[in-house]
Each structure stands twice: as C-alpha cells, then as structure tokens.
C-alpha cells in the first residue's frame, strides 16, 4: 500500500499550485483523504479533509477560500489545488487516508511522503 503524493515546488507569492496523492494498493473509494502539512519547527496539522464519497470537506481556517480539495476515485487520487499562495504556506505538505468516516483524523491508516510548498516572497 503506498500513497504517492507529488506537485510540490517553488513558487513566488500570489501563485498556484496542485498537488496530488495517487493510492496504489488500496481503493481510497473507503477512505477520507486529507491533506496535512508542516513548516519547519511545527507540528503537523491537518489543513483540508473530504470524505469518500466527496459529500463533504473541511477546511482549516488558515487556507479556506485559497485551498480546495477534491477526489476522482476513478483515478484513485485527491487533489489539493492552491491558489494565491503566501509565504506562510511554506512546508511540507502529506496526504493521508483514513477508514474513519469523520473528517477529524484522529487516525490515520496511512501517509503519503512529504511533497515540499515553497513560497517565496
């Protein structure tokens, strides 16, 4: 099982930037996926969640508005599109599955490999 993120990079403020996490051994079909990250010196927050069937999503109040996530279970992938990004997105971003119905991740079955966001100013 291996989730495989990847669309990190470089990038200068007010830029966009989508990352994407493809599963490859599990169908994410049973999963909520999310998208945490983590700046240097932090801890690792969840930042945007959906559920399996895309009903419903979270976002954290740092990223509403700029960040959205979406899923495509035909290609067994979720998605996190950013846009107008600020220097404070800076970190490295992981996905992560989780059996659990609830967007709150308190358990996470699984975690991609970091993908690094850098924003300059």
């Known amino acids: 099982v291996q989730l495989q993120a990847s669309g990190g990079g470089l990038v200068q403020t007010g830029d966009s930037l989508r990352l994407s996490c493809t599963a490859s051994g599990l169908s994410l079909e049973r999963y909520s996926m999310g998208w945490f990250r983590q700046a240097p010196g932090k801890e690792r927050m969840l930042i945007a969640a959906i559920r399996w069937r895309g009903e419903s999503s979270y976002s954290s109040d740092s990223v509403k508005g700029r960040f959205t996530i979406s899923r495509d279970s035909a290609k067994n992938t979720v998605y996190l599109q950013m846009n107008n990004l600020k220097p404070e997105d800076t970190a490295a971003y992981y996905c992560?599955?989780?059996?659990?119905?609830?967007?709150?991740?308190?358990?996470?079955?699984?975690w991609g490999q970091g993908t690094q966001v850098t924003v300059s100013s």
């Open positions: 992560a599955a989780s059996i659990q119905s609830t967007l709150l991740f308190r358990r996470v079955d699984y």
